[in-house]
Nanobody
Framework: VQLQASGGGVVQAGGSLRLSCTAS????????MGWYRQTPGKQRELVAT???????NSADSVKGRFTISRDNAKKTVYLQMNSLKPEDTAVYYCNADITPHFSNRIVNIWGKGTQVTVSS
């Protein structure tokens, strides 16, 4: 099972980016999916998560600017980032809780990060 993220890049302050992350492999179901971010020397922090039923949890710092959504049929989670600020610069990681076929375990998977750089 793997998560493939895309959509990072360089944008000016006030601009927008949309991140996507698609799960593939031996997947029976996907429970929570989410986005985290990390800057050098700091711990990885929550950006936003969304359950399979659509319940959302997001960091106060991004509320009103970032929107998380998912397409269960496509096994994909999105992060629409608007009104970007230089302090949003980070490596963004997607995360998912996945139940494989023929298993009753839930496996937590991280994708490789995608760099988001916001210039002032």
């Amino acid at each position: 099972v793997q998560l493939q993220a895309s959509g990072g890049g360089v944008v000016q302050a006030g601009g927008s980016l949309r991140l996507s992350c698609t799960a593939s492999g031996n997947i029976y179901s996907i429970n929570g999916m989410g986005w985290y971010r990390q800057t050098p020397g700091k711990q990885r922090e929550l950006v936003a998560t969304i359950t399979s039923g659509g319940n959302i949890n997001s960091a106060d710092s991004v509320k009103g600017r970032f929107t998380i959504s998912r397409d269960n049929a496509k096994k994909t989670v999105y992060l629409q980032m608007n009104s970007l600020k230089p302090e949003d610069t980070a490596v963004y990681y997607c995360n998912a809780d996945i139940t494989p076929h023929f298993s009753n375990r839930i496996v937590n998977i991280w994708g490789k990060g995608t760099q988001v750089t916001v210039s002032s």
